[in-house]
């Protein structure tokens, strides 16, 4: 063989299982990527000591890093495995699933609780009625231009696992729905409902259990300014909490 | 079902588990600032007047001595707020995960450092509420200069005010950072890297200042 490039995956059978590392010796091609390089393995799931395994599981999708699907720990920092290019990585590289959703087997998690956050908060703009609404008001550009920023969430979990403040023993739910919210209230149709939203904020698990460590911000594939939508957020439920203390 | 919905005046229905989750949580924000970040802040200040020496240390601090209703304003402005913020603070401390060995990022270290300072500081204050007050009222002997000079003389003491001290500052700058953004005062991250900076920076100044005063006391009478 030329070159080679080796990849350690960690492995579990369910989600009950005990965990083992797997080693697995590839032709190196600079053009690979973890995805890439996964797909071969499974193609022929030989272990390095020549031992044959399951072919790993894992999710992926888009493979150009906009659908978050692939999103997995590499290396000990989180990011997309499509986009994770052999020529940028070191020999070997080490490969794990995200470990703040329920693991589904090897690289595999659940992370529909992200879904579920989105619904808890009402993270969404309602514009259809049962007749027509007519259009919607008009939006300053500079505003729909920061929004954008903030569209660009794919869910992909990355700002929760990299949180010290989400854990198994915190309710916290994370910065990309602080985003979600930040961004509909942005909205002029959105606003109308951002008190809903707010609400939901005000929960356990939400804004206020922020710790300001700031990862999020540093780990986000998008780049969104998910520290500015906390700051925001934040005062937002705070001013909605002062005003129901001295009208409701 | 099939019944129209009527419009109604809200009722009052009591708080809200996430309204409640809330007022606990910005109780302890709004604590760590007045009153204990503004406590700590004054008590720097009062005894920064012993680097004038011991009379003018013990005469300047002469009007804590001795207030009207002083239990009751102890108590009210620093003794229910300082529990509360501690028993919360540990609360949220058993519901973190450090994780700067992954991801070694200055705001994450910070993020480390508040808890950490959080329980040096728990520590400290009980010993030097026990050591100082505390004695006074179980014992009536007053924290005179002698006896604070004896404290700075005894190396063991002396390094657990310096450590305690310092923790206690660096908690609270690192607080006032956090606290702009907890209320939405300070938002973007170019704002955010300049109010980090300035409040490192006022670390430096009371850190100093702390240090002085603790070694002020260790001049003879
Ligand atoms: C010198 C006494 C203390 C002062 C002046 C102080 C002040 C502050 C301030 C200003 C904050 C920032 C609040 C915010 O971000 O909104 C804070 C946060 C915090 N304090 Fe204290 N504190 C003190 C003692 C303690 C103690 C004894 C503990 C408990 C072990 C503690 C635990 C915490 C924790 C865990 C946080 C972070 C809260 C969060 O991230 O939401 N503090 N403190």
């Given amino acids: 063989m030329a070159e080679t490039f080796i990849l350690r995956v960690k492995r579990q059978e369910s989600p009950k299982a005990e965990s083992h590392w797997d080693e697995f010796e590839l032709e190196y091609k600079p053009h690979h990527n973890v995805i890439s390089m996964l797909m071969e393995i499974r193609r022929n799931p030989i272990t390095r000591q020549g031992k044959r395994t399951t072919a790993p599981v894992f ?3 888009c493979l150009e890093e906009v659908c978050g699907s692939c999103t997995m720990v590499i290396n000990g920092r989180v990011r997309q495995a499509c986009s994770a290019l052999a020529e940028k990585l070191p020999n070997p590289t080490t490969v794990e699933p995200m470990t703040k959703f329920p693991l589904v087997r090897d690289l595999m ?3 529909s609780s992200m879904f579920e956050s ?3 908060a009402h993270a969404w703009t309602p514009i259809d009625g049962t007749y027509d609404l007519g259009p919607g008001p008009r939006m300053a550009p500079d505003i729909q231009q920061f929004s954008y920023l903030f569209q660009r969430c794919m869910t992909c979990g990355c700002c929760l696992e990299a949180c010290p403040q989400v854990n198994s023993h915190s309710k916290f739910r994370g910065a990309a729905i602080i985003g979600q919210v930040y961004l509909h209230g942005q909205h002029p149709t959105g606003k109308m409902h951002q008190d809903e939203r707010l609400a939901a904020m005000m929960d356990e698990g939400g804004v206020a259990d922020c710790g300001n460590a700031q990862n999020c911000v540093e780990v986000c594939p998008k780049e969104i300014p998910l520290t500015t939508a906390i700051a925001s957020v934040g005062g937002q439920v705070s001013r909605k909490w002062i005003r129901d203390l001295f009208t409701k | 079902m099939g019944e129209a919905a009527t419009a109604r005046a ?3 229905t009591g708080m809200t588990a996430g309204e409640r989750h809330w007022l606990l949580r910005r109780l302890h924000s709004i604590s ?13 200040f009062e005894n920064g007047y012993v680097v004038r020496g011991a009379a003018a240390w013990w005469s300047e601090t002469a009007f804590t001595r001795g207030l009207p209703f002083e239990i009751v304003i102890e108590a009210v402005i620093l003794w229910i707020p300082i529990l509360y913020h501690m028993i919360y ?3 949220i401390i058993a519901t973190s995960a450090p994780n700067n060995a992954g991801y070694a990022y200055e705001r994450n270290l910070q993020y480390t450092l508040q808890r950490v300072t959080g329980i040096l500081a728990l520590i400290f204050i009980l010993f030097h509420f026990f050591t100082t007050r505390g004695w006074f009222y179980m014992t009536g002997r007053e924290t005179n200069y002698a006896v604070m ?16 001290t310092l923790a206690c500052v660096y908690h609270l700058t690192n607080g006032i950072f956090t606290f702009t953004i907890t209320w939405g005062l300070v938002g ?5 890297s300049l109010v980090n900076r300035l409040c490192n920076a006022l670390f430096v100044v009371l850190a100093i200042v702390s240090v002085v005063i603790l070694i002020s006391f260790r001049a003879p009478v």
Avoid at chain 2, 188 to 192: A, C, D, K, L, V
């Fill in chain 2, 32 to 44: 760590g600032i007045i009153p204990i970040g503004g406590f700590l802040l004054f008590h720097l």
């Fill in chain 1, 118 to 120: 989105l619904r808890r």
């Fill in chain 1, 59 to 61: 999710d992926a999708n």
């Fill in chain 1, 109 to 111: 998690v659940d992370r």
């Fill in chain 2, 89 to 91: 603070g540990l609360v």
């Fill in chain 2, 188 to 192: 973007g991250p170019r704002s955010q």
């Fill in chain 2, 10 to 12: 809200p009722e009052f």
């Fill in chain 2, 149 to 164: 000079h004896a404290y700075m003389m005894d190396p063991v003491i002396f390094a657990i005010y310096i450590i305690g």
